[in-house]
């Protein structure tokens, strides 16, 4: 068996039911890794070193095949919804026994030992056995790496089991197809069948811990990036694909704490993750600049093009999927803070790419506005263009991230709201989408604007600023801004015909009440109140 000098858990793999090969590659190194990925012909190197690979079948999350367990743990706690699917605990029987059965059969397997959460109180360690090194690269790159200290003694409690080429029987299994990504909380398992695409244990563990922090340790689990400035004020930024999340949050005036996903405690902020999982379509050197600097040895790139005849990486090609991505250890970002640990913020940011051209470019949120808010998870994306122009789409994820929270939405927002009461946080609601008029008529809101009013909400210049009501939503537009015009800050001034405007606000507001109806039953009447109200 390839092994380091290490503490090698033979035993424990066996007792999870695998039948050791010859070749167990135990906590790999990067190099290793990449190696092994070239041998077995499942990747290429691009010309500046990092490993390029394609995730196959999947290039994406497959949200209608993720299931969790129900049992005596998860019944009654989780919200049974589109994304928390139930599945019997024979199934997840079942489907383990086809994993670790295949998976005994390969004559290679990975095997690595991790941490999620910075925060040493809630560190979960973590054990991902796999067929393929590039995911056990990936799992290097965004878990928490131990010393060989921490290895001697390592005492997984959450397995995760990956079969990317396993095929499941749908009868036998319980499942919809031929994949599936199944979690147990009451064994502590995240089975992963039949999908390549690498963000499905990364996820896996997101959900898991979007469970077991606010239920057990009353911490508030978050789907967002986070950054310090230099006084240690830490900001958080929430918003979903498009909005503008990991641009705004990569501040080189401010230390990273993560991109992606963190806890906010009783005093800190902290990291999930070691890593960052950056999306890289039209990734560019002049608008992503520590991104495009981590695409190095060590990183993971999934799913792009070559310009013809070169190992060059055509950013810009989305033949394959636009969700191109590559993984990379935090520390691949300069101004990356480590520990990745901050305390609590002092700011937080909504981010929308609002196409209808209704939402104002910055608003300030009462406590209930924000829980509002944080359940909606708004943002409105532009439509396909194959045939032509069409209308903007409005999208609603609750918490900025539904796929991944098995809770009930109003139990972390009800979290969020003690929080922002007992610390004096500003929350800030950034639309980064269109101004003047919906998309196809007005304009998108300037970068260089944006920047300047999160700097002016970070450094406090809007704090003693005057401000008017929105008279749908509801939320403080502030009337200037230093190094933005006045005019932009209210929307409705912005638009050629005032009465158009008012008829967009009061359809995107019917947009935001008819979404939240299916959150009415479990949220608090404060809540509901702080919704959009209806003029007409």
């Not at 095929?167 to 919809?176: A, E, N």
Request: glycine share 8%.
């Amino acid at each position: 068996m390839s092994v380091p000098t290490i503490f090698f858990p033979g035993d424990q793999l066996i007792s999870m039911g695998l039948k050791l090969s010859d070749q167990v590659h135990y906590q790999s190194e990067p190099e290793e890794l990449v190696e092994d990925t070239l041998r077995l012909d499942q990747g290429i190197l691009n010309d500046t070193g990092a490993l390029v690979i394609e995730t196959g079948e999947f290039t994406g999350r497959s949200p209608k095949d993720k299931f969790i367990v129900q049992d005596e743990i998860s019944e009654g706690a989780v919200h049974w919804n589109e994304f928390n699917l139930p599945i019997h605990e024979e199934y997840f029987f079942a489907v383990k026994k086809q994993i670790t059965d295949y998976l005994s059969e390969r004559p290679e397997i990975w095997v690595r030992d991790a941490f999620a959460c910075a925060d040493p109180r809630y560190r979960m360690a973590i054990r991902v056995v796999n067929e393929h090194p590039a995911i056990n690269l990936f799992a290097y790159n965004m878990f928490i790496r131990p010393t060989e200290e921490e290895l001697e003694n390592f005492e997984p409690e959450w397995t995760i089991l990956s079969a990317p080429g396993l095929k499941l029987d749908p009868v036998v299994s319980g499942t919809r197809q031929h994949n599936a990504a199944i979690i147990s909380f009451k064994y502590k398992t995240v089975l992963i069948a039949g999908t390549g695409y690498t963000g499905e244990t990364k996820k896996g563990i997101f959900t898991v811990l979007n469970f077991i922090l606010p239920k057990d340790h009353n911490v508030l689990s978050m789907h967002c990036s986070a950054n310090m400035g230099e006084q240690g004020d830490t900001a958080l930024f929430f918003g979903l694909s498009g909005t503008g999340k990991t641009t705004l949050s990569a501040d080189p005036a401010r230390r990273l704490i993560g991109d992606d996903e963190h806890g906010w405690s009783d005093t800190t902020i902290f990291n999930f993750e070691g890593g960052c999982y950056a999306k890289c379509i039209n990734l560019s050197e002049e608008k992503e600049p520590q991104i495009f600097s981590a695409i190095r040895p060590g990183a993971l790139v999934e799913n792009t093009r070559f310009y013809p005849g070169t190992r060059t990486i055509n950013f810009d090609d989305g033949s394959i999927t636009e969700n191109t991505r590559v993984s990379y250890p935090l520390d691949y970002i300069s101004n990356a803070l480590e520990p990745s640990v901050g305390p609590a913020p002092k700011n937080i940011f909504f981010l929308t790419c609002d196409a209808y051209g209704v939402l104002p470019p910055i608003s300030r949120l009462s406590p209930e506005q924000a829980m509002y808010q944080f359940i909606s998870g708004y943002t409105a994306k532009v439509a396909g263009t194959e045939a032509g122009v069409t209308e903007p789409k409005a999208t609603f994820s609750a918490c900025f991230g539904a796929p991944f929270i098995p809770l009930h939405p109003a139990l972390y927002a009800e979290m969020l709201g003690e929080k922002l009461r007992s610390g004096e946080v500003n929350v800030w609601m950034v639309n980064t989408g269109w101004t003047g008029g919906p998309y196809g008529i007005g304009n998108r809101i300037k970068l260089g604007y944006t920047r300047a009013m999160i700097s002016a909400a970070l450094d406090g210049s809007l704090d003693a600023v005057e401000t008017v009501v929105h008279p749908v939503f509801g939320m403080k537009m502030p009337v200037r801004c230093a190094g933005v015009p006045s005019e932009l800050l209210d929307p409705r001034k912005t638009w050629a015909d005032p009465a158009a405007y008012d008829e967009k606000a009061e359809e995107l507001a019917k947009r935001f009440i008819n979404n939240f109806k299916k959150y009415e039953a479990g949220t608090p009447a404060s809540i509901l109140a702080a919704g959009p109200k209806l003029r007409f």
